[in-house]
């Protein structure tokens, strides 16, 4: 990966790391590596579709972004403030040589981002994002159409009902008599997700739908139900619903107030798939990181999993290999490749309020077939992670607690990407005895990793 492209596109404090001046760069990159061979003189242009959520700095750099791209001689459709999986759905139905969304999903909002999608409509493979960077530090080198070559903008925010409508047709039941309370995050939901539940015929209560260009994620959305959990509580809903700011990830309070994570939102999908026929090889992809109750529940109901590392776009490339159709992550990143080819939070929420209705039952009741095991994670600082999975101390203190856990537990150690960290989480019936058993790992990580504390 260089050094402007992150594991989700390209990431920054808007108009500092993610400047104007590099929004332009990367619009000029981007349309020569997505758009092929651009033929200033040719009457039909590439086009590029181009969607945004709801930061004050998403104008700024959707107007730099495009001015790069259309002195590229590439044509620009603005959807407007869209989802994350809205733009990968457009991109392909419209038929674009590529797709661009301006978020830094569950981000703060000074934070900002952009994520090209391929005409296909999926995330740009390592190879293609390595190109465009390659060519951030050739600008002199591409091409510079003059004349009737320069490209133009279309707005095409009306083609945002191709998607919702696609959406609503991906479930097979109204929602008539459903009480559902909605946080938008102050993002790129908060005008669809609300319109599509009543559309369909719920009671929709909206929460941070009132977007003002700064309270984006803003102690709201998918990392922080608080709210969202005291008005389905004070209401008497059926349930809650969050999105992110992007809205490509769900999580869901049931009517008890219980927060139910993706691993739970998985579990209930991919049980209802599998009864209906529907779960493609009956397998489900997860990654490392999901609740081993999820693997018990699924291992007792017959569907296998397929485990990746940590990521979407590694279970993404999971389910195009294997041919598998539903995955996701603990986080309620989500994936339904049958509708969608990214994760999609409104598309979620319309899959599990389709089990809840159709099952007759309450997402309480479906969500406790799932036991869900006490987790913990530590997060270790250590002065190098460079051969942490070689070294013999290490190894043996997770044997050690491997075999104390037995079949009623697990242990996952591993490096941050990011940061000099040692990332330990366990699980098991006792929350009481797993904080002692992940300590006793981060003290050895500790002593072997970190001189002064082996020194001390």
């Given at each position: 990966m260089g050094k402007h492209f992150g594991t989700d596109g390209v990431r920054g404090v808007a108009n500092r790391e993610l400047t104007p001046e590099l929004a332009y760069r990367l619009g000029r990159a981007g349309a020569l590596v997505l758009a092929g061979d651009i033929d200033g003189d040719s009457r039909e242009k590439p086009r590029i579709v181009v969607g945004r959520d709801t930061r004050l700095s998403g104008e700024m750099l959707e107007a730099a972004l495009i001015a790069g791209m259309m002195s590229m001689g590439v044509n620009v459709w603005l959807l407007g403030v869209v989802t994350t999986p809205g733009v990968a759905y457009l991109t392909r139905e419209l038929g674009a040589q590529a797709g661009v969304m301006i978020s830094a999903s569950h981000n703060p909002f000074e934070d900002n981002g952009i994520k090209f999608f391929g005409s296909d409509g999926f995330k740009l493979s390592d190879e293609r994002e390595e190109r465009i960077e390659q060519l951030l530090a050739s600008e002199d080198r591409m091409p510079r159409p003059t004349g009737a070559g320069i490209g133009r903008t279309t707005d095409k925010s009306k083609e945002v009902q191709r998607y919702l409508d696609h959406l609503r047709s991906t479930i097979q039941t109204d929602l008539c008599g459903m009480d559902i309370v909605v946080d938008c995050a102050n993002g790129a939901a908060s005008k669809w997700a609300p319109l599509l539940l009543r559309d369909l015929g719920a009671d929709v209560t909206a929460l941070h739908a009132e977007p003002d260009g700064v309270n984006i994620n803003v102690g709201c959305g998918s990392t922080h139900p608080e709210s969202l959990r005291k008005e389905v509580l004070q209401r008497g809903a059926h349930l809650g619903l969050a999105f992110d700011g992007d809205a490509d990830r769900l999580i869901a309070v049931d009517e008890t107030g219980e927060l139910l994570d993706g691993d739970h939102i998985l579990w209930i999908c991919g049980e209802y798939l599998k009864e209906q026929g529907l779960l493609a090889h009956d397998t489900i992809v997860t990654t490392v990181m999901s609740n081993?109750?999820?693997?018990?529940?699924?291992?007792?109901?017959g569907i296998h999993t397929e485990k990746t590392r940590v990521g979407d776009r590694y279970v993404m490339e999971a389910m195009r290999l294997g041919g598998y159709r539903l995955g996701g992550e603990q986080s309620g990143h989500i994936i339904?490749?049958?509708?969608?080819?990214?994760?999609?939070?409104?598309?979620?929420?319309?899959?599990?309020?389709q089990v809840v209705k159709e099952k007759a039952t309450t997402l309480n009741q479906l969500a406790s077939t799932m036991k869900k095991y006490p987790q913990i994670l530590v997060n270790v600082r250590v002065d190098s992670k460079d051969g942490w999975d070689q070294n013999a101390a290490i190894a043996n203190k997770i044997r050690e607690v491997e075999q104390f856990l037995g079949d009623n537990g697990r242990v996952l150690v591993r490096p941050s990407g990011t940061e000099p960290l040692i990332r330990v989480m366990a699980e098991g019936p006792d929350e009481d005895e797993l904080k002692k058993q992940v300590e006793s790992i981060a003290d050895v990580i500790r002593a072997e990793l970190t001189p002064a504390a082996k020194n001390a």
């Open positions: 081993i109750g999820l693997y018990k529940a699924t291992e007792a109901a339904f490749l049958d509708h969608i080819p990214t994760g999609d939070g409104i598309l979620t929420a319309l899959q599990l309020l």
